[in-house]
């Protein structure tokens, strides 16, 4: 069938998502916003752009010439009133857009200059983003949902201009479809466009002078965000600043006031487009605005309008908000900017490899095995402030794939003065020294940094995971003010004055993935895996393997929850995809409980359950292990294979959607009620 007729055919057969509309040739149509194809008019079609249900009724899928009359890729420039959020919960994501867009070369990168709706358009548009030390290419077709002939998620102010919501598509086909793209961090975002380095700063432990902290920051190119976590999800406090919604901060500025003296404003966006602070030197009722000469507003391009930017000062400031995002720019970023090049940046590529490189934390056995990298800081700052003569550094770790993966280790960093005689530390040297930096706590995130201060000279850098053999592959980029030597550390293979090891197989239980696709197109119907057809697909396994009769102790209870704690859109049935991620969960926790299960009896007594989780990467409390013994265990307090796969994924996916939902990092969340339904009932 030829690729025309192919189109056609798929348009108008009984599965696809709703009629085509008279009079409109291109737009798609669906109540649920499935996309179907539309006809054939030789633009391109994103045949990649991940396939998804959007909850609302009526939508089409427009391109955007259908929408208004005459669209324009760019109006005038790219600026920061050109990001509007729609119905989507990504303030997180537009907040650095609204940041990137202060910065034209860095804005031109992601958004390539040259893309049309009029001379060489083909339907196609390019963006670009930083994926772990790379600028990867995306690319998409011109399709948006709207309503009404109305955009449902981000917009720009201009009603013809459209490049900030086919960044805001790009970026979700990236992260796995718009859904991807409701609750995150606006530090990811400004990672993935910028390359740059970001640091959290909690408000309370920031310098005394915050004006002259946020001054050099912008300077040299940084980009800020912030939010005030203490209140319900984008509820307002009595000066209309939403809780836990990100702003961007774009400009700090002194005005010399009528009576001669001068007043700090700080210049704060909502990426909303309205939606502003209500307090002293509000945009729409601000009497202290009238001591400011109109030369001074004008210079600064305040307008009296919501447009979701606002100015407040700089105490309003720092009582309103209590958390910032700060993303450091290196100097292949600026490169072509006539900013001062704040950091000079140098990149490693590592991996932790079970039995080899994955050694776990300080004061573990393996320890010594982990990653190696010898620092050289070369000049210290043109500080005339400090009396050490030290070199300001920023160490980041990042792991990689950790979305696709689904597998969210908890990371580290520790810091140590290097030997004199050679680049790389011993086991014995480890036993002896204590780090001279380190982070305090091992972090799921998937980037931790560090900042450090410390004169010329040489250190060892140790990037690891709370566990031993934890397996996973990392960046680690190292930023310094005036340049540094880094290199990763070749050490022995083996340490004489390290104890002997105990060597598990590596060999998986489990059959792989691939091995197991034609089991599940067997027992799958329709490439749907409901619980009784997963019941049946692990029995099949289970009865003929390492764990034979532990078959028997699984039921169809535990591959209901099996589904539902895998099922992220309520569907009660995995896909292939969905299957792949719970297969590899599977092969690396069974790996564990056949490790811990000492005398084969394929169960785990209660006293082996802690260790097993721990190598699982999973950290529990002495009362949640009470909780996980009276929930988990049988009356014997042991537990079964099948019941310690369920234990492992109901914790694991618990800490997830924690994750999900703690938007800013700050370790606590706030529902809603029907929220909390959601998901308390469907586990």
Same mark, same amino acid.
């Given at each position: 069938?030829?690729?025309?007729?192919?189109?056609?055919?798929?348009?108008?057969?009984?599965?696809?998502?709703?009629?085509?509309?008279?009079?409109?040739?291109?737009?798609?149509?669906?109540?649920?916003?499935?996309?179907?194809?539309?006809?054939?008019?030789?633009?391109?079609?994103?045949?990649?752009?991940?396939?998804?249900?959007?909850?609302?009724?009526?939508?089409?899928?427009?391109?955007?010439?259908?929408?208004?009359?005459?669209?324009?890729?760019?109006?005038?420039?790219?600026?920061?009133?050109? *990001?509007?959020?729609?119905?989507?919960?990504?303030?997180?994501?537009?907040?650095? *857009?609204?940041?990137?867009?202060?910065?034209?070369?860095?804005?031109?990168?992601?958004?390539?200059?040259?893309?049309?709706?009029?001379?060489?358009?083909?339907?196609?548009?390019?963006?670009?983003?930083?994926?772990?030390?790379?600028?990867?290419?995306?690319?998409?077709?011109?399709?948006?949902?709207?309503?009404?002939?109305?955009?449902?998620?981000?917009?720009?102010?201009?009603?013809?201009?459209?490049?900030?919501?086919?960044?805001?598509?790009?970026?979700?086909?990236?992260?796995?479809?718009?859904?991807?793209?409701?609750?995150?961090?606006?530090?990811?975002?400004?990672?993935?466009?910028?390359?740059?380095?970001?640091?959290?700063?909690?408000?309370?432990?920031? !310098?005394?002078?915050?004006?002259?902290?946020?001054?050099?920051?912008?300077?040299?190119?940084?980009?800020?965000?912030?939010?005030?976590?203490?209140?319900?999800?984008?509820?307002?406090?009595?000066?209309?600043?939403?809780?836990?919604?990100? /702003?961007?901060?774009?400009?700090?500025?002194?005005?010399?006031?009528?009576?001669?003296?001068?007043?700090?404003?700080?210049?704060?966006?909502?990426?909303?487009?309205?939606?502003?602070?209500?307090?002293?030197?509000?945009?729409?009722?601000?009497?202290?605005?009238?001591?400011?000469?109109?030369?001074?507003?004008?210079?600064?391009?305040?307008?009296?309008?919501?447009?979701?930017?606002?100015?407040?000062?700089?105490?309003?400031?720092?009582?309103?908000?209590?958390?910032?995002?700060?993303?450091?720019?290196?100097?292949?970023?600026?490169?072509?900017?006539?900013?001062?090049?704040?950091?000079?940046?140098?990149?490693?590529?590592?991996?932790?490899?079970?039995?080899?490189?994955?050694?776990?934390? !300080?004061?573990?056995?393996?320890?010594?095995?982990?990653?190696?990298?010898?620092?050289?800081?070369?000049?210290?700052?043109?500080?005339?402030?400090?009396?050490?003569?030290?070199?300001?550094?920023?160490?980041?770790?990042?792991?990689?794939?950790?979305?696709?993966?689904?597998?969210?280790?908890?990371?580290?960093?520790?810091?140590?003065?290097?030997? !004199?005689?050679?680049?790389?530390?011993?086991?014995?040297?480890?036993?002896?020294?204590?780090?001279?930096?380190?982070?305090?706590?091992?972090?799921?995130?998937?980037?931790?940094?560090?900042?450090?201060?410390?004169?010329?000279?040489?250190?060892?850098?140790? !990037?690891?995971?709370?566990?031993?053999?934890?397996?996973?592959?990392?960046?680690?980029?190292?930023?310094?003010?005036?340049?540094?030597?880094?290199?990763?550390?070749?050490?022995?293979?083996?340490?004489?004055?390290?104890?002997?090891?105990?060597?598990?197989?590596?060999?998986? *239980?489990?059959?792989?993935?691939?091995?197991?696709?034609?089991?599940?197109?067997?027992?799958?119907?329709?490439?749907?895996?409901?619980?009784?057809?997963?019941?049946?697909?692990?029995?099949?396994?289970?009865?003929?393997?390492?764990?034979?009769?532990?078959?028997?102790?699984?039921?169809?209870?535990?591959?209901?929850?099996?589904?539902?704690?895998?099922?992220?859109?309520?569907?009660?049935?995995?896909?292939?995809?969905?299957?792949?991620?719970?297969?590899?969960?599977?092969?690396?926790?069974?790996?564990?409980?056949?490790?811990?299960?000492?005398?084969?009896?394929?169960?785990?007594?209660?006293?082996?359950?802690?260790?097993?989780?721990?190598?699982?990467?999973?950290?529990?409390?002495?009362?949640?292990?009470?909780?996980?013994?009276?929930? /988990?265990?049988?009356?014997?307090?042991?537990?079964? /294979?099948?019941?310690?796969?369920?234990?492992?994924?109901?914790?694991?996916?618990?800490?997830?959607?924690?994750?999900?939902?703690?938007?800013?990092?700050?370790?606590?969340?706030?529902?809603?009620?029907?929220?909390?339904?959601?998901?308390?009932?469907?586990?």
């Amino acid at each position: 069938m030829s690729e025309q007729r192919r189109r056609l055919s798929s348009t108008q057969s009984p599965s696809s998502a709703g009629p085509r509309t008279p009079g409109s040739a291109g737009s798609w149509f669906s109540p649920f916003a499935t996309r179907p194809r539309p006809w054939d008019d030789g633009l391109f079609i994103d045949e990649g752009f991940p396939v998804e249900n959007i909850p609302r009724f009526n939508v089409r899928w427009k391109r955007p010439k259908e929408i208004c009359q005459s669209p324009q890729f760019i109006v005038d420039e790219a600026t920061r009133m050109d *990001v509007c959020q729609g119905e989507l919960n990504d303030c997180w994501f537009l907040s650095a *857009v609204a940041s990137l867009s202060l910065h034209q070369p860095l804005l031109e990168r992601v958004v390539p200059h040259g893309q049309s709706f009029q001379e060489g358009y083909t339907g196609c548009f390019v963006f670009q983003f930083w994926q772990y030390g790379k600028w990867q290419q995306v690319k998409i077709d011109d399709f948006l949902p709207t309503v009404d002939g109305q955009l449902i998620y981000l917009k720009s102010s201009v009603k013809e201009e459209f490049w900030s919501s086919l960044l805001e598509k790009a970026y979700a086909k990236l992260k796995g479809g718009y859904k991807a793209l409701n609750m995150g961090f606006p530090h990811e975002a400004m990672v993935d466009m910028t390359g740059g380095v970001t640091e959290l700063f909690n408000f309370m432990a920031l !310098p005394r002078d915050v004006g002259h902290f946020l001054r050099t920051l912008l300077k040299k190119g940084a980009l800020i965000n912030c939010a005030n976590v203490q209140g319900p999800l984008e509820q307002r406090n009595k000066f209309g600043i939403l809780f836990r919604h990100a /702003y961007s901060v774009t400009g700090l500025e002194k005005f010399r006031t009528n009576s001669g003296g001068e007043v700090e404003l700080v210049r704060v966006r909502n990426p909303w487009g309205k939606a502003e602070w209500e307090g002293p030197w509000s945009d729409m009722n601000g009497p202290e605005w009238n001591q400011i000469s109109a030369e001074q507003q004008r210079q600064v391009g305040r307008v009296q309008q919501e447009d979701g930017e606002f100015w407040m000062a700089l105490t309003d400031f720092c009582l309103n908000f209590d958390q910032m995002e700060v993303c450091h720019l290196t100097e292949a970023t600026l490169s072509g900017m006539d900013a001062v090049k704040p950091w000079e940046c140098t990149l490693h590529h590592g991996s932790w490899v079970y039995n080899i490189t994955a050694g776990g934390p !300080p004061g573990g056995a393996r320890y010594w095995q982990n990653p190696q990298f010898k620092l050289t800081l070369l000049e210290e700052d043109d500080d005339p402030s400090d009396p050490e003569q030290t070199c300001t550094f920023l160490v980041a770790l990042m792991q990689k794939y950790q979305r696709l993966s689904g597998i969210q280790l908890a990371i580290s960093v520790h810091i140590y003065k290097a030997r !004199p005689d050679q680049g790389y530390l011993t086991y014995l040297d480890l036993g002896l020294l204590q780090p001279l930096l380190s982070l305090n706590t091992y972090s799921q995130c998937r980037e931790v940094v560090i900042r450090g201060r410390l004169p010329p000279g040489n250190y060892i850098i140790i !990037p690891s995971t709370s566990e031993a053999n934890q397996e996973g592959e990392f960046i680690l980029r190292i930023l310094t003010e005036k340049g540094n030597i880094s290199t990763f550390s070749q050490k022995p293979q083996t340490d004489d004055n390290a104890p002997m090891q105990e060597i598990f197989p590596v060999k998986s *239980v489990l059959p792989s993935t691939a091995a197991t696709e034609q089991l599940f197109q067997k027992h799958c119907k329709n490439g749907q895996c409901q619980p009784v057809h997963l019941f049946n697909l692990l029995k099949e396994i289970i009865g003929g393997g390492a764990l034979a009769e532990s078959e028997k102790e699984l039921s169809l209870e535990h591959c209901k929850s099996f589904v539902v704690l895998m099922d992220n859109k309520g569907f009660g049935h995995l896909d292939w995809t969905q299957f792949q991620s719970l297969w590899e969960k599977f092969r690396k926790w069974t790996n564990v409980f056949v490790q811990f299960d000492k005398n084969k009896s394929c169960t785990l007594d209660y006293t082996e359950i802690l260790p097993a989780l721990t190598a699982a990467g999973l950290q529990v409390d002495d009362f949640l292990l009470q909780l996980i013994g009276q929930r /988990y265990t049988d009356p014997d307090m042991t537990v079964s /294979y099948p019941g310690f796969l369920h234990l492992l994924l109901k914790l694991n996916s618990m800490i997830q959607k924690f994750y999900i939902h703690d938007i800013m990092g700050t370790g606590t969340v706030s529902l809603t009620y029907r929220q909390w339904l959601y998901l308390t009932m469907y586990n």
